[in-house]
């Protein structure tokens, strides 16, 4: 079981930049891939990025590639999403995600995960 908490959200400009945090709890976690997802008002949930156990291996939506970099510290149960150059089209609800599959491959579909976060808004205003 692997229990993740998000934190890093805000209210900011646009052009400005967050770094969003995913506390990890659980033997596992540095064994699966992540992923950050969001779901904006009346949206349903998007993909934004993920990153393999190892953090070789990452993808991103085509929306945020270039702005947002993904990445995890395994020694600390942590995976990051910094996020640059934020536009008003980037506000919602960020959600950290975990595979419940060892070593498997960072997916981008959100049925893949097992586990997931409670979320932290981010508010971009323009």
């Known amino acids: 079981q692997v229990q993740l908490v998000e ?11 967050l770094r969003l945090s995913c506390a ?3 033997r596992t976690f540095s064994l699966t891939a992540m992923a950050w997802f969001r779901q ?8 934004v990025s993920s990153i393999s156990w190892t953090g070789a291996r990452t993808n991103y939506a085509d929306s945020v590639k270039g702005r947002f970099t ?6 600390k149960d942590m995976g990051y999403l910094q996020m ?25 579909n ?16 323009s």
């Open 84 to 108: 640059n150059s934020l536009k008003p089209e980037d506000t919602a609800v960020y959600y950290c995600a975990a595979d419940r599959q060892l070593l498997g491959v960072p997916h981008s």
């Open 24 to 26: 990890a709890s659980g």
């Open 7 to 17: 934190s890093g959200g805000g209210l900011v400009q646009a052009g400005d930049s």
């Open 70 to 75: 993904i990445s995890r510290d395994n020694a």
């Open 40 to 47: 904006a008002p009346g949206k349903e949930r998007e993909f």
């Open 110 to 125: 959100a049925y893949e995960y097992d586990y997931w976060g409670q979320g932290t808004q981010v508010t971009v205003s």
